[in-house]
């Protein structure tokens, strides 16, 4: 699976940005539809952290690191080919690169939080949020 991340930028405090996350290549015989996807983000000299999650199928289960709960928000199209992250009341904390990642998940449940969790990167994208 190829990911590619992309809507970085330059935002002002309290912006609203989204982010998109374009897949390809799913392995045969699965579908898009088949990986969990995520969003984790890495800030100059710290971890790479988690941010979002959504899992398979139907999409249904959400989850959200307890830092952007109430203000990001992440979705996907119906085919599964794209996933988004709706940053909203950007502060100069979420400043970071972001990543989109995908694991394929053959059951539909939670999907994960821990980065090792998942197989497929995109190459980043840079925001950078202005006080």
């Known amino acids: 699976v190829q990911l590619q991340a992309s809507g970085g930028g330059l935002v002002q405090a309290e912006g609203s940005p989204r982010l998109s996350c374009a897949a390809s290549g799913a392995a045969s015989g699965r579908t898009l539809r088949s990986y969990a996807m995520a969003w984790f983000r890495q800030a100059p000299g710290k971890e790479r952290e988690f941010v979002a999650a959504?899992?398979?199928?139907?999409?249904?289960?959400?989850d959200y690191a307890d830092s952007v709960k109430g203000r990001f928000s992440i979705s996907r199209d119906m085919a599964g080919n794209m996933a988004y992250l709706q940053m909203n009341s950007l502060k100069p904390e979420d400043t970071a690169v972001y990543y989109c990642?995908?694991?394929?998940?053959?059951?539909?449940?939670?999907?994960?939080?821990?980065?090792?969790?998942?197989?497929?990167w995109g190459q980043g994208t840079l925001v950078t949020v202005s006080s």
């Open positions: 959504i899992s398979r199928s139907d999409f249904r289960f959400t």
């Open positions: 990642a995908a694991v394929f998940s053959a059951l539909l449940r939670p999907p994960a939080r821990v980065d090792v969790e998942y197989a497929y």
